[in-house]
């Protein structure tokens, strides 16, 4: 049985945090780290947290932590036991009801968005709200950068910039990186977004409508691998061409799809990729599915996944 003190971090740790709660669990340790000091690892989804107990603790031990967290934490009002890890294609977890009302459906905000979705149903991690942001940003800075050298070459053609978000989930990247360039004045570009799982594009139309952003983002349900494979008429009318931007989030599995980036990109596509483990293995399997057809790679740190593993963000130029 767990010790009753090992509460208390995770109670300090929520009141320093109090006002965003994705601020809150960027600046959690992540699950290992946490464990190892004898705290109980969660997740906070706005109105509902998750945590994530050791293998052998009592359901009664885990009821009581589970409504003690409900009554110091007033803007949650769900308590779930993680019960399974994150699996398969989908990347699904999934959760028990400890505490508080009985519901699987959070709302969510990070970025000036919304979100609403089930846990159990999709993807999501509010570990990635600062990736988020910095990618929006990223996409901003290479847009404007893009127009005013336009301008220098006194071109009088209009850009717009077509964006493609694979692996999209819910939509957190397409609905952060939409408000982030209307917040910056930048109102001409096309966003993208592919998913494999139904629920997760149910959750996405959704939460699309939620944040006013039907008229910027397309929702194209199905294999990323299959995106190409579309007929032509069929591929023109989901707006399916060359990308300024790709962005892959990618499923922790062995397919890079890079292949289908590269198919799917011009010359001078950015791409955005997420790769996992050590830098040198996530350097390699770009260079391998790549051969030549990129530039330079930068690369950087994008959170743990477990101890001594990483996501990386690499970004790189196709040419
Ligand atoms: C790591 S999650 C990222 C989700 C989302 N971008 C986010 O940040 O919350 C990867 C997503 O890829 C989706 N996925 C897995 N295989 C896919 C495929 N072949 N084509 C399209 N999407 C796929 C999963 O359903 C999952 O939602």
Not at 22 to 41: G, H
Request: glycine share 4%; proline share 3%.
């Amino acid at each position: 049985m767990t010790s009753t003190k090992s509460y208390k971090p995770i109670q300090r740790n929520l009141q320093n945090i109090h006002h965003s709660t994705s601020e809150a669990v960027l600046q959690a340790k992540p699950f290992y780290k946490r464990s190892r000091s004898n705290k109980i690892p969660q997740d906070l989804l706005g109105n509902i947290a998750i945590l994530k107990f050791p293998r052998r603790t009592f359901w009664i031990t885990k009821k009581l932590k589970a409504r003690k967290f409900l009554k110091q934490n007033k803007q949650v009002t769900t308590v779930l036991e993680k019960t399974e890890k994150i699996q398969g294609r989908l990347r699904t977890a999934k959760t028990k009801h400890l505490a508080g009302i009985k519901t699987k459906q959070a709302t969510y905000k990070e970025n000036n968005c919304t979100f609403k979705f089930d846990v159990d149903k999709s993807y999501f991690s509010p570990r990635l709200s600062n990736e988020r942001k910095m990618v929006a940003d990223e996409i901003a800075k290479l847009i404007s950068k893009a127009k005013s050298e336009k301008r220098k070459a006194k071109s009088a053609k209009s850009i717009t910039s077509n964006i493609l978000i694979l692996f999209a989930g819910i939509a957190p990247y397409p609905i952060v990186i939409a408000k982030h360039l209307l917040s910056k004045k930048i109102t001409n570009f096309k966003i993208i977004a592919n998913e494999l799982n139904t629920e997760a594009i149910k959750e996405a139309k959704k939460n699309i409508i939620l944040n006013k952003l039907q008229k910027y983002i397309t929702l194209i349900p199905g294999d990323a691998n299959k995106l190409r494979k579309a007929k032509s008429e069929k591929r023109k009318a989901n707006k399916i061409k060359n990308f300024d931007f790709i962005l892959m989030p990618r499923p922790n599995l062995n397919d890079t799809f890079l292949k289908t980036a590269l198919k799917l990109s011009k010359k001078g596509t950015t791409i955005f990729y997420h790769g996992f483990g050590t830098k040198e293995k996530v350097l390699n399997e770009i260079r391998k599915d790549t051969i030549n057809k990129i530039g330079k790679i930068k690369i950087r740190k994008a959170g743990d996944i477990k101890p001594y593993e990483y996501r990386w963000q690499a970004q790189f130029k196709v040419k």
